[in-house]
């Protein structure tokens, strides 16, 4: 954490050069490292059959967790004025930012979507997306209904620029066979976000706006809200994604229901 050791595990012996990190960073590294003696211990065997540790010398082991993480939530103020400023960035962004707007995918996914991935007809009243497993964190594929607004988007981008099949909805100017990669988009939101005025926010890009999408919506059901949003795990939504936030505290302090005991 001090940062004596950079990021490849370089030793870094000038004290101006090196960079202290978080608790989330060693934290991280622990956790990767448990895996590897577990496997090791347990899955992984030479060519003579033989396992590879006689056992796992960090088995029982908890690394110490972030006690403050970074986690930013974009809100709908930020995101209208980002919304518009991508005019004067790039034709991709608007759409990008509005199908997270409505389904709070990881931008990952959102950048990988085919045009065989968008069922117009199929899957709900207004069409649905197939979100594929290969873009899925879990690697579960994921079909979700369309909102009217975001049919009417898809729409447009088949109207303007046609495909079909396996062509990527966000092609790459170099590459028309391959999606933009995820470095591009991040330059073309941050340069609507300084167009709008906006100092990045510490701690991501992309995801501040999935956990507004996660936040939004924390009056549904769990199981709703991790189905259309792509969570496998409940708790991961919760403790990652949702926040809480000031009306809905005071929603909680203000709204009761008086406990009475049957006579």
């Known amino acids: 954490m001090s940062g004596a050791i950079d990021a490849r595990g370089a030793l870094v012996f000038n004290a101006d050069d090196q960079r202290p990190t978080r608790q989330r960073t060693p934290e991280a590294d622990a956790i990767w490292l448990k895996q590897v003696f577990k496997w090791g211990a347990e899955k992984a065997r030479d060519p003579q059959g033989r396992i590879h540790l006689r056992e796992n010398p960090l088995r029982g082991y908890r690394p110490e967790k972030e006690k403050n993480p970074r986690q930013p939530v974009s809100t709908e103020d930020r995101m209208q004025k980002v919304m518009a400023k991508v005019d004067h960035v790039h034709p991709y962004l608007g759409d990008i930012l509005t199908i997270i707007h409505w389904h709070g995918r990881r931008i990952g996914a959102v950048l990988a979507l085919t045009y065989g991935d968008v069922k117009m007809n199929e899957g709900g ?48 100017p170099r590459d028309p066979t ?5 470095k591009q ?64 505290t005071l929603e909680v302090l203000t709204n009761r229901k008086a406990l009475r005991r049957a006579n």
């Open 125 to 172: 009243a207004h069409g649905s997306i197939a979100w594929p497993g290969e873009t899925d964190k879990e690697g579960k594929q994921w079909n979700c209904a369309m909102q009217p607004g975001l049919k009417d988007m898809f729409e447009t981008i088949m109207r303007e620029r046609p495909g079909i099949g396996a062509a990527p909805i966000f092609p790459s």
């Open 178 to 182: 391959r999606p933009i990669g995820y």
């Open 185 to 248: 988009a991040c330059t073309w939101l941050r340069r609507a976000e300084k167009l709008a005025k906006l100092e990045p926010l510490e701690g991501g890009r992309w995801h501040p706006y999935r956990r507004k999408w996660a936040t939004e919506r924390k009056h549904h059901p769990d199981v709703d809200v991790a189905r259309a949003g792509g969570w496998s795990n409940l708790n991961a939504l919760k403790n990652a994604y949702q926040h809480d936030d000031p009306d809905t």
